[in-house]
């Protein structure tokens, strides 16, 4: 293809990529404009960032991420840092300088998502342009845009919490991998790592594994000496600066969950062994692997000296919270664990990405390219492997197909858009289009003979949406502010959308009031009052049929919350009237 159109495209790819995002942004903002408005924040999270926020905001100290209003007076520490705040923060106020603060809250939180896109709209353009071809980069954001739908949700307005920025990190970190420039590349990788700690460990495995395959590179090629030793530097001192500007004072402590000085021994010696690999760089490829090898042994080692409680679970909890909580997460199950109809539309596009990955590492064997490909395909490969450990590793597997996605399209739609026969240049091109962008498998699912969720499944659904929507808890502001004891899925919403306190929230960290939340339902009424006068909660507010209602219920039959759904009477408890229609029951706790 040529043309003046086309050259714009190749030479000024950056500032149409950014015009690109914020044609899509636009678009996300007037799609979920009724989200925006109501402030429809849906996970517990991203309703957990907006308090931290407001907290902030209001006079809470910038290290104090103590959540005051879960569980109070004492309250709870979260795991979490301040620098997704930041935007969050910043655009609140920017905006309350033309509307309320009500209005600046809701834009902010429709707006920030969308802020890390942009960094990703510009990451994987530059990557596929130096490994595919130069004008690629606009079949990487249709594909993007269209196939990764996993990804994208984690960027739609009001899904404020950190995952976007991670994502962004992570696609800064692979187009470091991929860049031929050596020190570039390293000091992207080594940055975007650092911040992706900083932010959360959820990253971490992806961290690492980046690390090894700039060593691999080293391994394969001392001229790659370079490349480590930014890579080094940049992960060691800007573990080190994220450390010193965004850790809670609850984070200085010997924590094995968030970047501790646990995890920031690990980042500065990692990148201190890998800077004297770099600079000493024998000539001999075996003496490379060999001292390789021995630096991650030693990393290996002290870890397990030093910290051996951070050899099981890094949340910590105890054995009955992970399984009656942890364990049964779906999103931190296996994806062949999870419903076809849930699993293929996941797995399809990385899948596709991975095949991609692997040919053009293959045709570019021989090329300049080779090595960049080749650590492309590893990536692939340790993100698909990553969805047979977790599901909630399908964004990043879905984004890090991307490149090998566009490889594979770049190959195939050409050869169709030019077949001699009009059927398949029609038809074949729109085919080809769909199955390497993924798109095929959300389309195919529908018709399908797979099992259907059941009527009582979509009953539970439908009352949970009802028990969530926002509309249906400002209505509980009519009562005068409490304590209320309620579900621990509530807790984080209740405390954004009404001016009550709640006990619990579903963060490890608060696992002592998880279970008594989890206790007090579904034990005897006695047990579960003590509870609630312990925690000082002076309401009891539930919502029949929510998810978290029915596990109560299955689990502990003839238990508190099961004689209160069956209608029982409790001379402790005294009903209060709520509007009509509503989907609570609310009690006054004598």
Not at 29 to 57: C, E, I, K, P
Not at 315 to 325: D, F, H, K, M, T
Not at 419 to 436: C, K, S, Y
Request: proline share 6%.
């Amino acid at each position: 293809m040529s043309g003046p159109l086309v050259r714009d495209l190749e030479r000024r790819w950056l500032g149409f990529a950014l015009l690109a995002w914020a044609v899509v942004a636009a678009w996300y903002v007037f799609d979920h404009w009724n989200a925006v408005r109501y402030l429809s924040l849906g996970d517990t999270d991203d309703n957990m960032r907006l308090a931290q926020v407001r907290a902030w905001l209001g006079g809470q100290g910038w290290s104090d991420l103590r959540q005051y209003r879960l569980n109070p007076p004492a309250g709870f520490d979260i795991h979490w840092s301040r620098i997704v705040d930041l935007p969050i923060a910043g655009l609140i106020l920017f905006f309350r300088l033309f509307t309320s603060n009500a209005w600046a809250e809701r834009l902010a939180c429709g707006i920030a998502p969308l802020l890390p896109l942009s960094i990703v709209f510009v990451a994987l353009s530059a990557m596929v342009r130096r490994l595919v071809a130069p004008l690629a980069w606009t079949l990487a954001l249709v594909i993007l845009v269209t196939g990764a739908t996993a990804t994208m949700l984690m960027f739609m307005p009001e899904r404020i919490d950190h995952h976007g920025w991670q994502l962004a990190c992570l696609a800064v970190t692979v187009a470091g991998l991929g860049d031929r420039r050596g020190p570039r590349g390293g000091a992207l990788v080594g940055l975007a790592s650092a911040m992706s700690l900083a932010i959360g460990l959820e990253l971490l495995p992806y961290a690492a594994m980046a690390g090894a395959i700039i060593a691999l590179r080293w391994v394969w090629d001392p001229r790659e000496a370079r490349r480590l030793a930014v890579y080094a530097l940049t992960l060691g001192g800007g573990g080190a600066i994220g450390f010193a500007l965004f850790a809670s004072d609850a984070n200085h402590a010997m924590r094995c969950d968030a970047l501790t000085p646990v995890w920031l021994s690990v980042v500065v010696a990692a990148g201190a062994l890998l800077l004297l690999l770099a600079l000493l760089s024998p000539r001999s490829a075996g003496v490379r692997l060999g001292l390789a090898l021995v630096a991650g042994g030693v990393i290996a080692a002290g870890f397990v000296h030093f910290f051996p409680q951070c050899l099981g679970r890094p949340e910590g909890v105890s054995p009955e919270l992970a399984r009656n909580w942890l364990d049964n997460v779906r999103e931190a199950k296996p994806i062949y664990k999870h419903p076809f109809r849930v699993a293929f539309p996941i797995v399809a596009l990385p899948a596709i990405g991975l095949i991609g990955a692997f040919v053009a590492a293959w045709r570019a064997r021989r090329g300049p390219q080779a090595v960049g490909w080749a650590a492309v395909a590893l990536f692939s490969a340790f993100a698909v492997a990553m969805l047979f450990w977790q599901a909630r590793a399908g964004p990043a597997a879905q984004l890090l197909a991307i490149p090998g996605a566009v490889a594979l399209a770049w190959l195939l739609l050409p050869w169709l858009f030019n077949h001699r026969l009009m059927p398949v240049r029609v038809f074949g091109t729109v085919i080809g289009f769909l199955v390497v962008s993924g798109l095929f498998a959300g389309l195919a699912i529908k018709y399908l003979p797979i099992d259907r969720p059941t009527t009582y499944t979509r009953r539970v659904n439908a009352a949970t949406g009802e028990c969530l929507r926002t509309s249906r808890l400002m209505t509980l502001d009519r009562i005068p502010r409490a304590t209320m004891f309620t579900f621990v899925d509530l807790g984080p919403r209740l405390i954004v959308v009404t001016h009550h306190d709640a006990i619990a929230g579903p963060y490890h960290r608060n696992g002592d009031a998880i279970l008594d939340v989890q206790h007090a339902f579904g034990r005897s009424p006695m047990e579960a009052r003590a509870i609630m006068k312990r925690h000082g909660a002076t309401m009891l507010l539930v919502c029949p049929d929510m998810a978290e209602a029915t596990i109560y219920r299955a689990r502990n039959p003839g238990g508190f919350y099961d004689r209160l759904a069956h209608g029982r009477t409790l001379d402790w408890l005294t009903p209060v009237p709520l509007v009509r229609g509503s989907p609570y029951r609310l009690y006054r706790i004598d």
